[in-house]
Protein backbone atom coordinates (compact mmCIF):
# COMPACT_ATOMS: atom_id res chain seq x y z
CA UNK A 1 0.00 0.00 0.00
CA UNK A 2 3.10 2.56 0.72
CA UNK A 3 4.02 2.27 -3.09
CA UNK A 4 0.68 2.99 -4.05
CA UNK A 5 0.34 6.11 -1.34
CA UNK A 6 3.49 7.26 -2.39
CA UNK A 7 2.77 7.33 -6.12
CA UNK A 8 -0.51 9.22 -5.51
CA UNK A 9 1.40 11.40 -3.69
CA UNK A 10 4.00 12.04 -6.48
CA UNK A 11 1.16 12.23 -8.70
CA UNK A 12 -0.62 15.05 -6.92
CA UNK A 13 3.07 16.86 -6.36
CA UNK A 14 3.47 16.94 -10.14
CA UNK A 15 -0.05 18.38 -10.84
CA UNK A 16 0.73 21.19 -8.35
CA UNK A 17 1.97 24.02 -10.71
CA UNK A 18 -0.56 23.22 -13.57
CA UNK A 19 -3.56 23.42 -10.16
CA UNK A 20 -2.21 27.70 -9.90
CA UNK A 21 -3.06 28.06 -13.21
CA UNK A 22 -6.25 26.12 -13.27
CA UNK A 23 -7.65 27.93 -10.04
CA UNK A 24 -8.24 31.11 -11.54
CA UNK A 25 -9.97 29.59 -14.96
CA UNK A 26 -12.12 27.58 -12.67
CA UNK A 27 -13.13 30.90 -11.03
CA UNK A 28 -13.62 32.53 -14.26
CA UNK A 29 -15.87 29.43 -15.32
CA UNK A 30 -18.13 29.54 -12.31
CA UNK A 31 -18.64 33.40 -12.76
CA UNK A 32 -19.52 33.31 -16.91
CA UNK A 33 -21.21 30.12 -16.34
CA UNK A 34 -23.47 31.96 -13.98
CA UNK A 35 -23.96 34.86 -15.98
CA UNK A 36 -24.48 33.40 -18.80
CA UNK A 37 -28.00 32.06 -17.55
CA UNK A 38 -26.78 29.29 -16.15
CA UNK A 39 -28.29 28.34 -12.48
CA UNK A 40 -25.83 28.23 -9.66
CA UNK A 41 -26.52 24.55 -9.28
CA UNK A 42 -26.18 23.58 -13.08
CA UNK A 43 -23.06 25.92 -13.26
CA UNK A 44 -21.37 23.55 -10.46
CA UNK A 45 -22.81 20.42 -11.46
CA UNK A 46 -21.26 21.34 -14.91
CA UNK A 47 -17.87 21.09 -13.46
CA UNK A 48 -18.90 17.91 -12.14
CA UNK A 49 -20.76 16.08 -14.73
CA UNK A 50 -18.62 17.57 -18.05
CA UNK A 51 -15.78 17.96 -15.90
CA UNK A 52 -13.70 19.35 -19.41
CA UNK A 53 -12.81 23.10 -19.29
CA UNK A 54 -13.20 24.35 -23.03
CA UNK A 55 -16.37 22.57 -23.68
CA UNK A 56 -17.70 24.04 -20.49
CA UNK A 57 -17.19 27.32 -21.55
CA UNK A 58 -18.36 26.74 -25.12
CA UNK A 59 -21.89 25.66 -23.43
CA UNK A 60 -22.02 29.01 -21.27
CA UNK A 61 -21.50 30.71 -24.51
CA UNK A 62 -24.16 28.25 -26.84
CA UNK A 63 -25.85 28.61 -23.61
CA UNK A 64 -26.24 32.46 -23.49
CA UNK A 65 -26.74 32.69 -27.03
CA UNK A 66 -30.03 30.68 -26.71
CA UNK A 67 -28.60 27.00 -29.09
CA UNK A 68 -30.75 24.42 -29.16
CA UNK A 69 -29.78 21.00 -26.70
CA UNK A 70 -28.77 19.12 -29.70
CA UNK A 71 -25.95 21.92 -31.49
CA UNK A 72 -24.76 22.09 -27.47
CA UNK A 73 -24.11 18.51 -27.20
CA UNK A 74 -22.87 18.31 -30.79
CA UNK A 75 -20.38 20.90 -29.94
CA UNK A 76 -19.39 19.77 -26.86
CA UNK A 77 -18.44 16.55 -28.37
CA UNK A 78 -16.40 18.18 -31.00
CA UNK A 79 -14.73 19.96 -28.66
CA UNK A 80 -13.92 16.70 -26.59
CA UNK A 81 -12.81 14.54 -29.48
CA UNK A 82 -9.24 15.46 -28.66
CA UNK A 83 -9.17 13.44 -25.77
CA UNK A 84 -9.35 9.89 -27.85
CA UNK A 85 -5.82 11.07 -28.21
CA UNK A 86 -5.07 11.00 -24.77
CA UNK A 87 -6.87 7.84 -24.44
CA UNK A 88 -5.21 6.70 -26.90
CA UNK A 89 -1.87 7.46 -25.70
CA UNK A 90 -2.46 6.32 -21.97
CA UNK A 91 -3.91 3.04 -22.95
CA UNK A 92 -0.49 0.92 -23.15
CA UNK A 93 -0.11 1.70 -20.00
CA UNK A 94 -3.43 1.28 -17.93
CA UNK A 95 -3.89 -2.42 -20.04
CA UNK A 96 -3.50 -4.18 -17.03
CA UNK A 97 -5.91 -2.38 -14.38
CA UNK A 98 -9.44 -3.49 -13.74
CA UNK A 99 -12.28 -2.04 -15.99
CA UNK A 100 -13.28 -0.31 -12.46
CA UNK A 101 -9.88 1.75 -12.69
CA UNK A 102 -10.59 2.18 -16.32
CA UNK A 103 -13.26 4.11 -15.74
CA UNK A 104 -12.29 6.16 -13.07
CA UNK A 105 -9.18 6.90 -14.58
CA UNK A 106 -10.54 8.14 -17.57
CA UNK A 107 -13.21 10.54 -16.14
CA UNK A 108 -10.42 12.27 -14.66
CA UNK A 109 -8.44 12.35 -17.98
CA UNK A 110 -8.27 15.77 -18.66
CA UNK A 111 -5.21 17.70 -20.31
CA UNK A 112 -4.22 18.75 -17.75
CA UNK A 113 -4.09 15.21 -16.11
CA UNK A 114 -2.65 13.36 -18.81
CA UNK A 115 0.38 16.00 -19.38
CA UNK A 116 2.60 14.70 -16.00
CA UNK A 117 1.27 11.26 -16.49
CA UNK A 118 2.43 10.57 -19.52
CA UNK A 119 5.58 12.43 -19.51
CA UNK A 120 6.19 9.99 -16.35
CA UNK A 121 4.96 6.73 -18.31
CA UNK A 122 6.88 7.55 -20.94
CA UNK A 123 10.48 8.29 -18.76
CA UNK A 124 9.80 5.64 -16.27
CA UNK A 125 7.82 2.64 -17.70
CA UNK A 126 4.81 1.64 -15.60
CA UNK A 127 4.60 -1.31 -12.61
CA UNK A 128 1.83 -2.59 -10.17
CA UNK A 129 1.14 0.92 -8.50
CA UNK A 130 1.63 3.66 -11.07
CA UNK A 131 -1.91 4.27 -12.17
CA UNK A 132 -1.73 5.93 -8.49
CA UNK A 133 0.23 8.66 -10.16
CA UNK A 134 -2.32 9.75 -12.66
CA UNK A 135 -5.04 9.10 -10.06
CA UNK A 136 -3.26 11.61 -7.91
CA UNK A 137 -2.74 14.12 -10.57
CA UNK A 138 -6.59 13.85 -11.56
CA UNK A 139 -7.58 13.85 -8.76
CA UNK A 140 -6.27 16.73 -7.27
CA UNK A 141 -7.04 18.59 -10.43
CA UNK A 142 -11.01 17.24 -10.11
CA UNK A 143 -10.67 18.52 -6.42
CA UNK A 144 -9.27 22.20 -7.48
CA UNK A 145 -11.80 22.52 -10.38
CA UNK A 146 -14.81 22.17 -8.37
CA UNK A 147 -13.66 24.32 -5.41
CA UNK A 148 -12.47 27.21 -8.04
CA UNK A 149 -15.78 26.53 -9.68
CA UNK A 150 -17.47 27.55 -6.59
CA UNK A 151 -15.88 30.29 -5.87
CA UNK A 152 -16.72 31.75 -9.21
CA UNK A 153 -19.92 30.94 -8.94
CA UNK A 154 -20.21 32.48 -5.41
CA UNK A 155 -18.22 35.63 -6.40
CA UNK A 156 -20.11 36.02 -9.52
CA UNK A 157 -23.08 37.01 -8.18
CA UNK A 158 -21.62 39.99 -7.10
CA UNK A 159 -20.67 41.22 -10.56
CA UNK A 160 -22.93 43.89 -11.59
CA UNK A 161 -24.13 43.93 -15.14
CA UNK A 162 -22.41 46.89 -16.42
CA UNK A 163 -19.33 45.38 -16.34
CA UNK A 164 -20.15 43.26 -19.42
CA UNK A 165 -18.49 40.15 -18.26
CA UNK A 166 -20.49 37.97 -21.35
CA UNK A 167 -17.29 39.48 -23.29
CA UNK A 168 -15.11 37.49 -20.99
CA UNK A 169 -16.05 34.50 -22.65
CA UNK A 170 -14.69 35.64 -26.35
CA UNK A 171 -11.62 37.11 -24.38
CA UNK A 172 -11.26 33.41 -22.92
CA UNK A 173 -11.41 31.63 -26.12
CA UNK A 174 -9.01 34.03 -28.04
CA UNK A 175 -6.39 33.40 -25.50
CA UNK A 176 -6.48 29.43 -25.83
CA UNK A 177 -6.92 30.04 -29.89
CA UNK A 178 -3.81 32.87 -30.53
CA UNK A 179 -1.02 30.93 -28.90
CA UNK A 180 -1.68 28.00 -31.26
CA UNK A 181 -1.58 29.71 -34.65
CA UNK A 182 2.09 28.72 -35.04
CA UNK A 183 1.84 27.55 -38.30
CA UNK A 184 0.12 27.88 -41.48
CA UNK A 185 -2.51 25.37 -41.68
CA UNK A 186 -3.24 26.27 -37.73
CA UNK A 187 -3.60 30.00 -38.89
CA UNK A 188 -5.58 28.65 -42.26
CA UNK A 189 -7.74 26.82 -40.11
CA UNK A 190 -8.89 29.31 -38.00
CA UNK A 191 -9.59 31.98 -40.19
CA UNK A 192 -11.63 30.03 -42.61
CA UNK A 193 -13.29 29.22 -39.89
CA UNK A 194 -14.22 32.44 -38.34
CA UNK A 195 -14.87 33.45 -42.01
CA UNK A 196 -17.55 30.61 -42.70
CA UNK A 197 -18.96 31.39 -38.71
CA UNK A 198 -19.33 35.04 -40.61
CA UNK A 199 -20.89 33.72 -43.56
CA UNK A 200 -23.03 31.14 -42.04
CA UNK A 201 -24.24 33.13 -39.39
CA UNK A 202 -27.98 33.74 -40.25
CA UNK A 203 -28.32 29.29 -40.05
CA UNK A 204 -31.31 28.49 -37.94
CA UNK A 205 -29.91 26.43 -35.06
CA UNK A 206 -26.50 27.87 -34.77
CA UNK A 207 -25.88 25.30 -37.39
CA UNK A 208 -23.50 28.14 -38.86
CA UNK A 209 -21.00 27.13 -35.95
CA UNK A 210 -20.77 23.52 -36.44
CA UNK A 211 -20.47 23.88 -40.18
CA UNK A 212 -17.67 27.00 -39.93
CA UNK A 213 -15.74 24.50 -37.27
CA UNK A 214 -15.84 21.41 -40.26
CA UNK A 215 -14.70 23.82 -42.50
CA UNK A 216 -11.26 24.84 -40.29
CA UNK A 217 -10.99 21.33 -39.37
CA UNK A 218 -11.19 20.26 -43.05
CA UNK A 219 -8.90 23.31 -44.57
CA UNK A 220 -6.53 22.57 -41.90
CA UNK A 221 -5.90 19.04 -42.44
CA UNK A 222 -5.72 19.77 -46.04
CA UNK A 223 -3.00 22.45 -45.83
CA UNK A 224 -1.39 19.73 -43.38
CA UNK A 225 -0.99 17.09 -46.11
CA UNK A 226 -0.02 19.23 -48.57
CA UNK A 227 2.72 20.66 -46.34
CA UNK A 228 4.29 16.99 -45.66
CA UNK A 229 3.77 16.34 -49.45
CA UNK A 230 5.98 19.46 -50.66
CA UNK A 231 8.37 18.84 -47.88
CA UNK A 232 8.62 14.98 -49.00
CA UNK A 233 9.34 15.71 -53.30
CA UNK B 1 -34.46 20.47 -24.40
CA UNK B 2 -33.82 20.66 -20.93
CA UNK B 3 -29.98 22.12 -19.40
CA UNK B 4 -29.45 19.00 -17.34
CA UNK B 5 -30.52 16.44 -20.28
CA UNK B 6 -28.13 18.26 -22.57
CA UNK B 7 -24.83 17.99 -19.64
CA UNK B 8 -25.73 14.61 -19.22
CA UNK B 9 -25.55 13.32 -22.42
CA UNK B 10 -22.53 15.92 -22.99
CA UNK B 11 -20.55 14.55 -20.22
CA UNK B 12 -21.41 10.82 -21.30
CA UNK B 13 -20.62 11.32 -24.85
CA UNK B 14 -16.87 13.06 -23.16
CA UNK B 15 -16.74 9.67 -20.80
CA UNK B 16 -17.04 8.04 -23.81
CA UNK B 17 -14.04 9.39 -25.60
CA UNK B 18 -12.03 9.55 -22.80
CA UNK B 19 -12.68 5.73 -22.20
CA UNK B 20 -12.83 4.94 -25.92
CA UNK B 21 -9.08 3.57 -26.40
CA UNK B 22 -8.32 2.83 -22.93
CA UNK B 23 -10.88 0.00 -22.87
CA UNK B 24 -10.54 -0.77 -26.91
CA UNK B 25 -6.83 -1.27 -26.14
CA UNK B 26 -5.06 -3.40 -29.06
CA UNK B 27 -8.73 -3.63 -30.46
CA UNK B 28 -8.90 -0.25 -32.20
CA UNK B 29 -6.36 2.76 -33.32
CA UNK B 30 -7.16 6.23 -34.56
CA UNK B 31 -6.74 6.29 -38.17
CA UNK B 32 -3.57 8.78 -38.95
CA UNK B 33 -6.22 11.56 -40.88
CA UNK B 34 -8.19 11.54 -37.91
CA UNK B 35 -5.16 11.55 -35.77
CA UNK B 36 -4.28 14.88 -37.67
CA UNK B 37 -7.54 16.39 -38.26
CA UNK B 38 -7.97 16.44 -33.86
CA UNK B 39 -5.36 19.17 -33.93
CA UNK B 40 -6.87 21.67 -35.50
CA UNK B 41 -10.36 21.03 -33.71
CA UNK B 42 -9.68 23.71 -31.17
CA UNK B 43 -8.64 26.43 -33.16
CA UNK B 44 -11.36 25.74 -35.75
CA UNK B 45 -14.15 25.23 -32.87
CA UNK B 46 -12.91 28.72 -31.01
CA UNK B 47 -12.62 30.79 -33.71
CA UNK B 48 -16.08 29.99 -35.51
CA UNK B 49 -17.02 31.68 -31.92
CA UNK B 50 -14.96 34.57 -31.58
CA UNK B 51 -15.45 36.05 -35.28
CA UNK B 52 -19.45 36.17 -34.78
CA UNK B 53 -19.03 37.66 -31.33
CA UNK B 54 -16.66 40.10 -32.32
CA UNK B 55 -18.13 40.99 -35.26
CA UNK B 56 -22.27 41.11 -35.04
CA UNK B 57 -23.77 43.47 -33.70
CA UNK B 58 -27.69 43.39 -33.69
CA UNK B 59 -27.59 40.67 -36.34
CA UNK B 60 -25.55 42.39 -38.84
CA UNK B 61 -21.82 42.60 -39.31
CA UNK B 62 -20.10 46.05 -38.29
CA UNK B 63 -16.43 46.40 -39.63
CA UNK B 64 -16.16 50.06 -37.91
CA UNK B 65 -14.45 52.18 -35.33
CA UNK B 66 -18.20 51.86 -33.60
CA UNK B 67 -18.07 48.28 -32.80
CA UNK B 68 -16.22 48.46 -29.18
CA UNK B 69 -16.57 44.99 -28.97
CA UNK B 70 -14.22 44.32 -32.20
CA UNK B 71 -11.79 46.69 -30.86
CA UNK B 72 -11.35 45.21 -27.45
CA UNK B 73 -11.05 42.15 -29.13
CA UNK B 74 -8.04 43.20 -31.49
CA UNK B 75 -6.52 44.55 -28.19
CA UNK B 76 -6.79 40.68 -26.74
CA UNK B 77 -5.39 39.55 -29.71
CA UNK B 78 -2.60 41.50 -29.56
CA UNK B 79 -1.94 40.82 -25.85
CA UNK B 80 -2.12 36.64 -26.14
CA UNK B 81 0.11 37.04 -28.96
CA UNK B 82 2.61 38.48 -27.57
CA UNK B 83 2.29 37.34 -23.99
CA UNK B 84 0.67 34.02 -24.04
CA UNK B 85 -1.00 34.40 -20.85
CA UNK B 86 -4.55 33.77 -20.54
CA UNK B 87 -5.27 36.15 -17.65
CA UNK B 88 -3.54 39.17 -19.13
CA UNK B 89 -5.44 38.41 -22.84
CA UNK B 90 -8.71 38.65 -20.23
CA UNK B 91 -8.00 40.99 -18.37
CA UNK B 92 -7.01 43.25 -20.90
CA UNK B 93 -9.52 42.94 -23.32
CA UNK B 94 -12.27 43.78 -20.61
CA UNK B 95 -10.12 46.94 -19.67
CA UNK B 96 -10.13 48.37 -23.19
CA UNK B 97 -13.87 47.36 -23.80
CA UNK B 98 -15.00 48.82 -20.35
CA UNK B 99 -12.93 51.90 -21.20
CA UNK B 100 -14.40 52.28 -24.80
CA UNK B 101 -18.28 52.02 -23.32
CA UNK B 102 -16.95 55.25 -21.24
CA UNK B 103 -15.82 57.09 -24.54
Known amino acids: ?233 | MNIWLVMVIGGLITFGMRFSLIFLFGRFEIPETMRKALHYVPPAVLSAIIFPELLYKANQIDFSFGNIRLLAGIVAILVAWYTKNTLLTILAGMLALLLLQFL
Open chain 1, 1 to 233: MSEARKAFWEGVRAEFPLLIGVFPFGMIYGALALNAGLSTLTSQMMSAIVFAGSSQFVTAQLVHDAAPGMVIIVTIAVVNLRHMLYSASLAPYLKNLSLKWKALLSYLLTDEAYAPSVLKYEAEGVNASSHWFLFGAGLSLWSTWQVSTAIGIFLGTSIPESWSLDFALPLTFIAMVVPALKNRPMVAAALSAGAMALLAYSLPFKLGLILAALTGIAIGTVLESRQAAKGAQ
